[in-house]
């Protein structure tokens, strides 16, 4: 696939444009599926911050996800795919230009990501285009830290590493996502890694690798 990792969504125009460019057509031409998997697993999140994300409203962060103006916007509920066969689901994922992937906790998100078959379609989805937020960025890491882990039944803090780098998100936008925060993180973590604020994504196609921002991001090396 190609990957738009970012911490707070299309957040400014430069990942704007780098988001079309994937898709190859307008926003407003393209057809998007939100993922709200990762939400269930987090504490902070639930029916309220699910429904927000689904229904693209305005705030406080929806609109640069949900909220871009796609053609058209559907719902993938990866807890629901294991029981309703693949031969249902598959084809509504093949017929989407890009799945919307919504924070929460990355573990979580990576076991219903491989529960449910999805991980498995990924490499037949060359041209879809994965925006992931948060979680649903950080999901496609070798690791996230047990900084990041908030599911209480997950085994350790591993998910599917499809990148070969890790990611801090929403630098400087908690007190606890501080640089110093981030620096310490890094340096436990073990593999090559950035730290992005909201303003900042990571583009990633046929393993190139390129960062986007019009604010502030670190890349530490293992």
């Known amino acids: 696939m190609k990957l ?20 190859g057509k ?29 229904a693209a409203k305005p705030e406080p962060d929806w609109q640069y996800l949900s909220g871009l103006g796609w053609a058209s916007l559907g719902v993938l509920e990866l807890t629901a795919l294991p029981t309703i066969g693949a031969e249902r689901w598959v084809p509504w994922v093949r017929e989407a230009d890009v799945l919307l992937v919504d924070g929460g906790d990355a573990t979580y998100l990576c076991h219903w ?10 490499p037949s989805l060359p041209d879809t285009v994965w925006v992931g937020v948060s979680a649903g960025s950080m999901v496609m890491t070798p690791r996230i830290g047990d900084y990041f ?20 998100p929403h630098l400087n ?7 110093a925060d981030a620096k310490r993180w890094a340096a436990e973590i073990g593999v090559p890694a950035y730290a992005i604020d909201e303003q900042t994504a ?8 390129e960062v986007i921002s019009e604010g502030e991001w670190t890349k530490f090396e293992s």
Do not use: Y
């Open 26 to 54: 307008p926003i407003a031409e393209c057809r998007a599926l939100c993922v709200p998997t990762a939400q269930w697993g987090h504490p902070m999140c639930g029916p309220t911050s699910v429904r927000g994300f689904v």
């Open 202 to 209: 990571i583009k990633v196609v046929d393993g190139s690798v």
């Open 173 to 179: 936008a908690f007190p606890t996502n501080t640089p």
């Open 113 to 122: 990501m491989r529960e449910s078959g999805l991980v498995d379609l990924l």
């Open 149 to 168: 882990v908030e599911w209480p039944s997950a085994p350790d803090d591993r998910t599917l590493g499809v990148v070969d780098f890790s990611i801090f």
């Open 4 to 23: 738009l990792l970012t911490s707070g969504g299309v957040t400014n125009p430069s990942i704007q444009s780098a988001l079309v460019q994937l898709l």
